[in-house]
C-alpha cells in the first residue's frame, strides 16, 4: 500500500495511545465520513477526525484545537476541550487535559471519571481493565474502571487490546499473555508475540515466526521469516531470500506459494490484494488472480467496495468486485471502516 497521503497517525498523542486516525487536513482539505456506500453522510468540516467507537468519535473542529467527539449524525456531542482523546471502549475514553500532562478516562458525557493522574494509558478499556503507567518509562498494570489498580506495575509492555480474551505482554524483554484479570496465563518466553485471530497467534522465536493456541502451544513450527494474522482461514507469510509473499494454512502448509511483491494482505470477503510488477491486484484464496495488478495501492474490501489508488500519488476511489471502478477517486487517504462509518477528508473548492 502506498504511504501517500494515507496519514493514520494520531493526535490523541504518544504511541503509549495510540489509536486509529484516518483522516488529517491540509489546509486545502476537510474531513468527513462516509457511509458503507460510500456516501457523504457527515460533511466534510473537522480539520482531523477519527473512526468511530461506540457510536462516538474524536474530532478536531481547528487545526491544532482541542480534541471533542461526535455522534453518529455527525453532532459534538462532547465539546471540544481535551488536548488528546483516545476511543471509547466500554463507556470511557483516555484523555490527556494538557499537552504533556497526565492521562484519566471520561465517560460518554465527557465528564471526568479518572482523574488525570497515569504517565500512560493505553485507549482501551478490555473486560473491565486497562493498562496504566504509574511512572514516564516505567512498568505497566492494570486498573478497574474506578481507577484503582488492580494488577500492580510490572509489565514492560502491553499491547493496547485484548483479542479473543487474551492479550499481549512483555516481562524482561519476553512476551506472554494475560487473560482479562490481568493475570498471566501464558508465561513470557517469546522474543515477540502479537494478538490472536482465528485462534491462533503469530509469536516469534530466534528470529522466525510461528504460531501457538490459546494454551501457549506451538502449532506451527518458527520457521517463517515474517509471518501475520489469519484472515479467513489464511495467513500471510514473507520470504525474505526472495522478496515474495505466500499464504499457508492453519496446518502451517503453505497454500498460495511464495511470489508476490511486498508484504501479503489479509483476505477480506474472500479477497486480497497483492502487488506484482509494481501494481496492485487482487487474489482469491485459492491464489487465483481475479483481479489483475494495475492500481497504484489497493485496500481490502468492505460491504463489496475496496479503496484503490489509479495513479500514484493520486486520490482514492473505490471498485466493486469485478475490479470496475464504481466510485471516482476524490479520497485523500484509504477509508477505514467502523460501526458502518469511515473518516475520510477530501479537497475543498
Not at 36 to 47: D, H, S
Request: aromatic share 12%; with cysteine; net charge positive.
Amino acid at each position: 500500500m502506498s504511504a501517500n497521503r494515507q496519514r493514520v497517525i494520531s493526535f490523541f498523542g504518544l504511541l503509549l495511545l495510540i489509536t486509529t486516525v484516518t483522516g488529517w487536513a491540509s489546509a486545502q482539505e476537510k474531513c468527513g465520513y462516509l457511509d458503507k456506500t460510500r456516501k457523504l453522510v457527515i460533511p466534510p468540516q473537522f480539520e482531523s477526525a477519527s473512526q468511530f467507537s461506540e457510536g462516538l468519535a474524536a474530532i478536531q473542529i481547528e487545526k491544532d484545537g482541542k480534541v471533542g467527539y461526535i455522534d453518529t449524525t455527525g453532532k459534538i456531542v462532547i465539546p471540544a476541550q481535551f488536548a488528546f482523546g483516545g476511543s471509547f471502549s466500554e463507556g470511557l475514553a483516555a484523555i490527556q487535559t494538557e499537552k504533556g500532562g497526565k492521562w484519566g478516562y471520561i465517560d460518554t458525557a465527557g465528564k471526568v471519571v479518572i482523574a488525570p493522574q497515569f504517565a500512560g494509558a493505553r485507549p482501551f478499556f478490555s473486560k473491565g481493565l486497562a493498562p496504566i503507567q504509574s511512572d514516564k518509562g516505567g512498568k505497566w498494570g492494570f486498573i478497574n474502571k474506578m481507577g484503582a489498580v488492580v494488577v500492580q506495575p510490572q509489565f514492560s509492555n502491553v499491547d493496547r487490546q485484548f483479542r479473543e480474551g487474551l492479550k499481549p505482554v512483555s516481562v524482561g524483554g519476553r512476551w506472554g499473555y494475560v487473560d482479562k484479570t490481568g493475570q498471566l496465563v501464558i508465561p513470557p518466553q517469546f522474543q515477540y508475540a502479537r494478538l490472536f485471530s482465528e485462534g491462533l497467534a503469530e509469536f516469534m522465536q530466534d528470529l522466525k515466526w510461528g504460531y501457538i493456541d490459546k494454551t501457549g502451544k506451538q502449532v506451527i513450527a518458527p520457521e517463517f521469516d515474517y509471518a501475520w494474522g489469519f484472515s479467513e482461514g489464511l495467513a500471510g507469510i514473507f520470504t525474505k531470500k526472495s522478496g515474495k509473499s505466500g499464504y499457508i494454512d492453519k496446518t502451517g502448509r503453505i497454500v498460495i506459494p511464495p511470489q508476490f511483491d511486498d508484504y501479503p494482505s489479509p483476505f477480506s470477503e474472500g479477497l486480497a490484494s497483492i502487488r506484482l510488477g509494481g501494481k496492485y491486484g487482487y487474489i482469491d484464496t485459492t491464489g487465483k488472480i481475479v483481479i489483475p495488478p494495475q492500481f497504484a495501492s489497493a485496500g481490502k474490501f468492505y460491504g463489496g467496495l475496496a479503496p484503490v489508488q489509479v495513479e500514484e500519488e493520486g486520490k482514492y476511489g473505490h471498485i466493486d468486485k469485478a475490479g470496475k471502478v464504481v466510485i471516482q477517486p476524490q479520497f485523500v487517504q484509504v477509508p477505514q471502516f467502523s460501526e458502518g462509518l469511515a473518516a475520510v477528508c477530501v479537497a475543498m473548492q
